[in-house]
């Protein structure tokens, strides 16, 4: 069965500064790996998606990802961070018809 | 164009009530899922659908159940609720995609509370 790991529950960064959120995934085959975020009172989103080919991977609002088969890691960066992007993050691992979900990490943006 | 809609918002429940839990997709999506997102545990799966007349267990069912009648709604009951069942529960939709793994896209959200 697929799991994820995430290490950091919650992480604090000022504004304009960079940003990343690990993610380890456990799975024997080839993964299709997701990162979403949730604002607080919302659904989750889809920030970008990792299925095959380039291991760097663009997604909305500035955010990347890239996959590292080596360490089982899809680690998240954001170069610049705006107040907006306070929220949840979740990193899920797909498989099987189903994802399976890290805990979740949380961003402050400090002003 | 909606995307997936859930209903209710919020509920109150007592002990031992029931009550049945709405999501619909406008997006013809085939597979369809209920979780349960709790504080420090992330999103955990109850129960799926990988298309109309189909129901699977997720990874905590007990307690719960489901029926998948019209290819759009998924529903979600509780017979008889517990205060352990006290969640935010997210209704969830997508395309067979690659691998039976593609995006997911997620309704609002359901705030349950049982007392």
């Known amino acids: 069965a697929q799991s994820v790991t995430q290490p950091d529950i919650h992480i604090t960064v000022s504004e304009g500064a960079s940003l990343e959120l690990r993610c380890n995934y456990s799975?024997?085959?080839?993964?299709?790996l997701f990162w979403y975020v949730q604002s607080p009172g919302q659904g989750l989103q889809l920030l970008l998606k990792?299925?095959?080919?380039?291991?760097l991977v663009q997604g909305i609002k500035g955010f990347e990802a890239e996959f590292k088969r080596s360490q089982s890691s899809f680690n998240l960066r954001k170069p610049s961070v705006h107040w907006s992007d306070a929220a949840e993050y979740f990193c899920?691992?797909?498989?099987?018809?189903?994802?399976?979900f890290g805990a979740g990490t949380t961003v402050t943006v400090r002003a | 164009n909606a995307g997936v809609t859930q209903t209710p918002k919020f509920r109150v429940l007592k002990t031992g009530q029931s009550m049945t839990l709405l999501c619909a997709q406008d997006?013809?999506?085939?597979?369809m899922y209920w979780y349960r997102q709790d504080p420090g545990m992330g999103l955990r799966l109850i129960h799926y659908?990988?298309?109309?007349?189909?129901?699977a267990k997720g990874e905590v069912p007990d307690g719960y159940n489901v029926s998948r009648l019209k290819k759009q709604n998924f529903l979600l009951g509780l017979e008889s609720a517990a205060p352990s069942q006290t969640s935010v529960y997210f209704c969830?939709?997508?395309?067979?995609?690659?691998?039976?793994?593609?995006?997911?896209?997620f309704g609002p959200g359901t705030r349950l509370t049982v007392l």
């Open positions: 799975y024997g085959a080839t993964p299709y």
């Open positions: 997006m013809n999506h085939e597979y």
């Open positions: 990792y299925f095959s080919g380039d291991t």
């Open positions: 969830a939709s997508s395309g067979p995609g690659q691998g039976g793994a593609d995006t997911q896209y």
């Open positions: 899920a691992v797909g498989a099987l018809n189903k994802l399976s």
């Open positions: 659908s990988v298309g109309e007349g189909t129901t």
